[in-house]
């Protein structure tokens, strides 16, 4: 059974940083799409960071493009964004995700992602 469970959200001000974790587990494939999505307050769900866990493809954003690093380390089968130069904008619900089904260019539309975290929240303060 496939499961992905988010930490690291918390409380920050404008210009901080913060780490998310989603650790994962139960997924048999060597390789697929896994990645951040945010939901902010009555805002529709966006992909914030794809990563492709065969290696090689990261999608950013634009609107975090240089201040958000998506990393994994396989060892411990475990995803990272890494949020740097936050903004009061930047705050959301975040959800870790996953998908099999796809195979080196990681989609960003979350519909296509049938394996989710329970989410954790980011408040960026001004």
């Known amino acids: 059974q496939v499961q992905l469970v988010e930490s690291g959200g918390g409380s920050v001000q404008a210009g901080g940083s913060l780490r998310l974790s989603c650790a994962a587990s139960g997924f048999t494939d060597s390789g697929y799409c896994m990645g951040w999505f945010r939901q902010p307050p009555e805002k529709e769900r966006e992909g914030v960071a794809l990563l492709y866990t065969g290696g090689g493809s990261t999608h950013y954003a634009d609107s975090v493009k240089g201040r958000f690093t998506i990393s994994r380390d396989n060892a411990k089968n475990t995803l990272y964004l890494q949020m740097n130069s936050l903004k009061p904008e930047d705050t959301a619900m975040y959800y870790c995700?996953?998908?099999?089904?796809?195979?080196?260019?990681?989609?960003?539309?979350?519909?296509?992602?049938?394996?989710w975290g329970q989410g954790t929240q980011v408040t960026v303060s001004s």
């Open positions: 995700a996953a998908s099999p089904l796809y195979r080196y260019v990681c989609p960003p539309e979350d519909w296509r992602y049938n394996y």
